[in-house]
């Protein structure tokens, strides 16, 4: 009731089920309940905010439950006396708070890794490094029958409080603290749990070893990160090398492929590998990459595996071969074509087998491609292959002239061979990167070189001319049908 005598309802109050009230000279009030007995300040209850209490209940003392509709008595000794369900109760609402000398705190002992250890209290409680799990028992002797509030934390380890009743209170446990020095507290506090009614301190040290300190930490580290990149360096070393052998089994392959080839063909040994480092260097001239040159070294030395696929009756017949032995011959582009047809180590390489017999002006086979419709390999690997055919020894002729074939590729140009290509080989050639004296170990000069046939063609042109006699129905510059 207010001063005008106008009643409101105190709804901030904690809790419902009230008895009766007892205001102390420091407006302190005591109000009875079935919960027990709430302590609040009287001018925090009438301003309708939220107010702090204390309860006083069975942890503060009171084991008994108060009566309802019962007299309550205030005696000048500062003693309320209360009606409870087993008799009176006797409150001293004048020092209910309790004293800091009722209660007395020790740790007895403490568990390392399970063994137990006597704690002095004038020393500080040192553990091992080695040491993964610290228990402490700590006790606190209680000279009310209350039961306070009860917290402690470990200082350095810890970032707050751990709060639980006296009666819940057990041993403490501490799992891989770091090494350091620590400050063990532990306390009984007030109502609002931020009041320390009484605290006791302990000191805790783990000794640093030398694997603690800042420095050998920073030097385990960048020891295991170099170690890290040493074995990582390992790696990509054991990868580069399987990778570079991988390459190496693959060169071998290829070449023992190519060897295989040029053994059933009499007289023609190495031309495999002379046609791949002759493409090799018009390919550099032309600006490939080395990764692009070496694709197009192995495709060129797989150029003729087709003939593999021909019987050796009609590879090394000396002599005129016939209409279906001519057509068996030229079918290596496409036997080639086929047995490449899963090769998948080196890219293009069935565009070397299929179309090195192509010719610029479209009258080449197997598909009578012209000009850029040609792939790229097949006409470089064309132009080597028809200039290794001109200067190599076969079975049916000795190897032509020098003059004439210098000739016969210019005379090609345009016509069989790509013009931009033949154009690159003829430098190459004039710049002495192939060396002509060990292509003619025995050279002797002659006026004429290859005497033009009868029909008024060179060597060459007889290859258009007589495709089947010399079996180079589409290289106009080789006197070899069989490259």
């Known amino acids: 009731m207010d001063s005008d ?49 204390d309860l006083m209940d069975a942890r503060k003392g009171l084991n008994s439950a108060l009566t309802a509709n019962s007299w309550n008595y205030y005696g000048e000794e500062g003693f309320l006396y209360l009606c409870c369900d087993n008799g009176a109760f006797v409150a001293d609402i004048d020092s209910y708070m309790n004293d800091v000398h009722t209660y007395h705190m020790n740790v007895a002992s403490v568990f390392l890794d399970g063994e137990q250890y006597h704690v002095d209290s004038n020393a500080p409680i040192t553990v091992s490094r080695d040491v993964k799990k610290i228990e402490l028992l700590p006790e606190v002797i209680n000279y009310t029958v209350q039961d306070p509030n009860v917290g402690y934390y470990l200082e350095g380890f810890d970032n707050h409080w751990t709060v639980v009743p006296q009666s819940s209170l057990s041993g403490i446990t501490y799992t891989n603290i770091p090494s350091g020095s620590y400050t063990f507290h532990m306390a009984v506090l007030g109502r609002d749990e931020s009041q320390v009614l009484a605290e ?5 040290v783990k000794p640093e070893d030398i694997y603690d300190k800042p420095w050998f930490i920073a030097y385990a ?17 054991r990868v580069i090398e399987q990778a570079n052998l991988r390459i190496r089994m693959g060169d071998q392959t290829i070449e023992a492929i190519a060897n295989t080839v040029d053994a059933k063909d009499v007289r023609t040994s190495q031309h495999s590998m002379r046609v791949g480092k002759y493409s090799v260097l018009i390919a550099q001239k032309m600006g490939f990459s080395k990764k692009e040159c070496e694709n197009l070294r192995k495709a060129a030395s797989l150029h003729d595996i087709g003939k593999i696929a021909i019987p050796d009756s009609i590879l090394n017949k000396p002599s005129r071969l016939t209409d279906e032995e001519y057509a068996i011959m030229k079918s290596h582009t496409t036997r080639g074509e086929e047995i490449l047809s899963g090769f998948t180590l080196v890219e293009h390489v069935k565009e070397g087998a299929l179309y090195h017999h192509e010719r610029y002006d ?16 097949g006409r470089i690997i064309g132009v080597a292959d028809a200039f290794d055919a001109m200067t190599a020894n076969r079975i049916y002729r000795n190897q ?6 210098l000739n016969e590729l210019r005379k090609g140009r345009g016509t069989q061979f790509d013009p931009q290509v033949v154009d690159i080989f003829l430098q190459i050639l004039e710049e002495g990167t192939i060396d002509i004296n060990k292509l003619y170990p025995q050279m002797q000069s002659t006026d004429t070189g290859d005497k033009p ?5 060179g060597e060459a042109g007889k290859a258009e001319g007589t495709e089947k006699d010399s079996r180079k129905a589409e290289d106009a510059g080789k006197a070899a049908g069989k490259e």
């Open 221 to 237: 580290a960048v020891s295991a990160m170099l170690f890290g990149f040493f074995l990582l360096y390992l790696w990509f070393r």
């Open 453 to 457: 046939s009868a029909s008024g063609k």
């Open 362 to 377: 479209g009258r080449g086979y197997p598909q009578g491609l012209k000009g850029e419709d040609i792939p790229l390999y």
């Open 200 to 204: 006791r301190t302990y000191s805790l």
């Open 5 to 53: 005598f106008s009643i409101r309802i105190l709804d901030n109050f904690p809790y419902f089920n009230n008895y009766d009230i007892r205001i102390t000279d420091d407006d302190t009030m005591f109000v009875t309940g079935s919960s027990g007995i709430y302590v609040v300040n009287r001018e925090e209850l009438l301003s309708g905010s939220s107010i702090s209490y």
């Open 400 to 405: 032509m002239d020098i003059g004439y074939v």
